[in-house]
């Protein structure tokens, strides 16, 4: 016989969506509790987004000792210690971690250790959590979202999997045993473009496999060829319209069989491979085929504010529909709260959901892509401006990339802005602000930039535009 | 808890309204009697007392608001001691009716309508509560992109609700517009029209007119009265009384002629209802007046027992405020009979539509030069031909022509009026 604690709102799995959703609905006055299985603050906090910055970061560093020359520094020999680079990205975790522990005391949330599974419950479905030493408990509530979250995608069946040794998903890439001298990535997305930039700066013989005919496919076809370019300038081999067809372990590399773009068979050894083909949903052993929730290929199916199809269930982040970043898990989670409490939220505007990857030169975007908006009709006029162009970025030693904004011919709507070069990702959220509040050109323009800033590329970019650029 | 101030019903049969200004901002102390908003309805403006009293917290529904139900949660006031964290997660939704005291309509005249039962049936509004994006000072809430896209497809921004934050337009509430031939303003094509909206008078007038014309059986009696001896009169008096600001219209003169004939046949001031016929005690006469958008009948209370200069003054009145749709309610309501006077527009004779539950409705045409026989001499005089619609489920014609007859020797013999 189970007791049965109960609460307005229990949230599954405390990442980026389920623990910023769990501090507002304590905020609203919910009494809630969070569910977590491992760490507090989920793969972003603990095996994505901030790790990997922090070990991208140390590649940076290093980068410039390289270079220090250009900046009339001298830096003999830099070197690096992969093992303590690694021990600064776990710590640099482990202390946000232990800053989401906090926030949550802080608002009174209730964080219960375990796994939880749904059973049918009175109004929304009842949270079984099952402990480390596998004593289950019961809670329920009037409300349960589902954060659960998403995993590095794998084909076992290919051999695509990782085996204990030579494949790698993120979490073993951010945590190696060994510094590869070669490295064989699948994937061009984000996350097989940062590690492979990450392994690159480190001197890594690196190899990207793309089975779409460009690196990073959800960018802006202008800035995947300038990013290839790139990568390919610092030494990365990129292979696109290319798949893996399968892989051979041996001794010290695995091989692996890679068709290429004329149905050519290439082999290539690498001592490991990285996997980033993609995510599936955590949407095992919850509990949901019983409860008839809908779901999507390993994604459950919700509407705008997150409700799914079963009455008091809701799901957010990594587990529902793309785009699946952490800043929009976290939104998702905060609207879904806020509707749960009566008040009227907005739902998520896609289109303004910007989208970082955090290789070098750093890439960012968001809105539609060129194509994508001359696809949907639009009658465009596009904005560049090059880095070349701008003081700062030479001043930093930083003179590539590109600013390119796509604005509707008719209504000065800005479509969308896509960005490469360095430290894009922090400028990014301009345009973002920019679209959320539906400013048009005429605003942009007349909006004053300071300088010296990278930022005033994003000016130049708009006056590109409408034929009013400065610096070009 | 913060106190909810709620939409006020400002008569029984008010389901929504239009907020049209708040009269206080946010951070304001309000103390209880405080005029705190102005509230339309169909037909009037009217000013909204607070009836609690504390700190104006927040504003939910701005001004310029139109179709706000009754009972919805339009402001959050503070009570003593409480902070703003307070609001958070209260419950903005339409409480139950009686939750919470709703602000009273000033002043409160406590006469009870009569004839109308009906009492509003709030319910809780589900989803969004439009909110028209005109802030205080009546800047327009819109996003720059919104503001060009209404002004490429020639949209009034002015007549589109924002679902924004703070009701501000976006992009997507001009875009949801835009098909809608009522916004456009562009050059009109053949065989084109312009749609004007419903407001509320015009929903109102649509209702009640179908509904007497269909339900209520119509007929029309029409007697000629001779004006000379009256105009005679009305020089007269309107010349004594000029030091005194006194000038009567004839129009004044039919008010009080219909009020004493309705006392001498009290059967047609009367009402047809399910229980029974209604002879009603006294002479409410209601006046036709057209304003901007509709009509609206003010009542002279008790018109049996005022003097033309008193029934003078207050058509006057009821005539500006109506005009400037400042009317209270129980001053446009419950009125037993009616006077609609299109004499002044050259209408020789018409056939009003009974105002219900009223039992008759009397038309006025123009008084004109018409010959006439005198005995067997053909000669002219002042000729005004009057109509009367009668329901004929309460007046039947011999009453309808008893009134008249009262009527037409009032109207021909004005100084019996003196009495």
């Known amino acids: ?472 | 808890m913060p106190i909810k101030i709620l939409m006020p019903a400002l008569s029984p049969t008010m389901e929504e309204g239009t907020l049209a200004k708040w009269l206080v901002s946010e951070g304001d102390m309000i103390n209880s009697g405080d005029v705190i908003a102005e509230i339309e309805t169909d037909k009037a403006t009217m000013e909204v007392e607070a009836v609690e009293e504390g700190t104006l917290a927040k504003i939910l529904i701005p001004g310029n608001s139109e179709n706000v139900a009754v009972n919805t949660v339009i402001a959050l006031l503070l009570e003593e001691g409480e902070d703003k964290s307070a609001l958070d997660g209260v419950d903005v939704s339409a409480p139950a009716q009686n939750d919470t005291p709703t602000p009273q309509p000033s002043p409160p005249k406590g006469k009870k309508e009569e004839g109308v039962k009906s009492v509003p049936h709030p319910e809780p509004v589900e989803g969004e509560v439009p909110v028209k994006s005109v802030a205080e000072g009546n800047r327009l809430k819109v996003s720059p992109l919104a503001r060009r896209l209404a002004k490429e497809a020639g949209l009034d921004l002015s007549r589109i609700t924002g679902t924004g934050p703070n009701g501000r337009i976006v992009k997507r509430d001009v875009e949801g517009v835009a098909p809608q031939a009522s916004m456009a303003v562009a050059p009109s094509t053949p065989g084109g029209y312009d749609l004007i909206a419903l407001d509320g008078m015009r929903k109102t007038i649509a209702a009640r007119m179908t509904e007497s014309f269909r339900d209520v059986p119509h007929f029309p009696l029409t007697i000629d009265c001779r004006l000379d001896a009256l105009l005679t009169a009305r020089k007269a008096i309107n010349e004594a009384a000029a030091d005194d600001g006194i000038k009567i219209s004839v129009n004044d003169f039919i008010i009080r002629a219909c009020a004493l004939a309705l006392k001498k046949e009290p059967a047609a001031n009367s009402s047809y209802t399910p229980e029974g016929l209604k002879h009603w005690h006294d002479a409410d006469v209601a006046v036709a007046v057209a304003i901007d958008g509709g009509l609206i009948t003010p009542v002279v209370r008790q018109a049996q027992h005022k003097g033309l200069a008193a029934i003078s003054t207050e058509v006057k009145d009821l005539a500006a405020r109506a005009k400037a749709r400042k009317l209270m309610p129980e001053e446009y309501q419950g009125g037993t009979f009616t006077v609609s006077n299109m004499g002044m527009m050259g209408i020789k004779s018409f056939a009003s539509i009974i105002n219900q539950p009223q039992g008759c409705i009397m038309s006025v045409g123009a008084g004109e030069k018409r010959p006439v026989v005198n005995g067997d001499e053909l000669g002219i005089a002042i000729v005004m031909s009057v109509t009367l619609t009668c329901d004929h489920r309460v007046v039947d014609g011999a009453i309808g022509a008893s009134f008249l007859k009262y009527f037409k020797q009032f109207i021909e013999n004005p100084a019996m009026m003196l009495l």
């Open chain 1, 1 to 472: 016989m189970m007791s049965t604690q109960s609460f307005d709102l229990i949230i599954v799995g405390a990442g980026p969506g389920g623990y910023v959703a769990a501090i507002r609905a304590a905020q609203l006055g919910l009494k809630t509790a969070i569910v977590e299985r491992e760490h507090l603050g989920g793969v972003c906090l603990n095996w994505g987004c901030i790790p990997t910055k922090a070990l991208l970061r140390s590649a940076e560093v290093f980068d410039l000792m390289e270079n220090a020359k250009d900046f009339g520094l001298s830096c003999t020999k830099p070197d690096f210690d992969l093992e303590a680079v690694v021990k600064r990205s776990r710590q640099i975790a482990g202390q946000l971690s232990g800053g989401v522990k906090y926030l949550l005391k802080k608002n009174k949330v209730t964080v219960i250790d375990g796994t939880a599974r749904l059973e049918k419950g009175a109004k929304a479905p009842k949270v079984i959590v099952k402990d480390k030493a596998g004593k289950e408990a019961a809670y329920s509530a009037a409300h349960v979202i589902l954060a659960t979250g998403a995993r590095a995608r794998t084909i076992p069946a290919a051999g695509l999997a990782p085996e204990g040794k030579f494949i790698w998903t993120a979490k073993e890439a951010m945590t190696p045993d060994i510094m590869p001298k070669s490295l064989l990535v699948i994937g061009s997305g984000a996350i097989g473009i940062e590690f492979a930039s990450f392994y690159n700066a480190l001197g890594a013989d690196v190899t990207v496999v793309e089975m779409l005919d460009r690196v990073l496919p959800v960018e802006d076809a202008e800035i995947s060829a300038l990013a290839q370019k790139s990568f390919e300038k610092s030494g990365m081999k990129i292979l696109t319209s290319a798949q893996v067809e399968g892989v051979k372990p041996g001794k010290d590399t695995i091989t692996a069989s890679i068709k290429t773009k004329g149905g050519k068979t290439q082999n290539i050894a690498a001592e490991r491979i990285i996997l980033a083909i993609g995510i599936v949903g955590n949407v095992e052993n919850l509990g949901l085929e019983a409860l008839g929730v809908k779901t999507d290929r390993t994604h459950v199916v919700v509407d705008e504010f997150s409700r799914t199809n079963v009455p008091g269930l809701y799901a957010i982040g990594d587990l529902t529909a793309p785009p699946w970043l952490a800043h929009k898990a976290s939104h998702e989670g905060v609207i879904c709260v806020e509707k749960i409490a009566g008040n009227k939220p907005h739902a998520l505007d896609h289109g303004n959901i910007p989208g970082c990857t955090y290789c070098r030169p750093q890439v960012a975007s968001v809105g539609l892509t060129e194509a994508a908006a001359k696809d949907a009709g639009h009658k465009v006029r596009v904005g560049r401006f090059p880095f070349m162009g701008n003081g700062k970025a030479i001043a930093l030693g930083e003179p590539e990339g590109l600013v390119k904004t796509i604005f509707d011919a008719k209504t000065g709507e800005l479509l969308g802005a896509h960005m490469i070069g360095a430290e894009v990702t922090e400028l990014i959220q301009g345009y973002t602000l920019g679209r959320t509040l539906e400013t048009t050109e005429a605003e942009l323009m007349e909006t004053v930039f300071p300088h010296p800033t990278l930022s005033e590329m994003m000016h130049e970019s708009v006056l590109d535009a409408y034929g009013k650029v400065i610096h070009v």
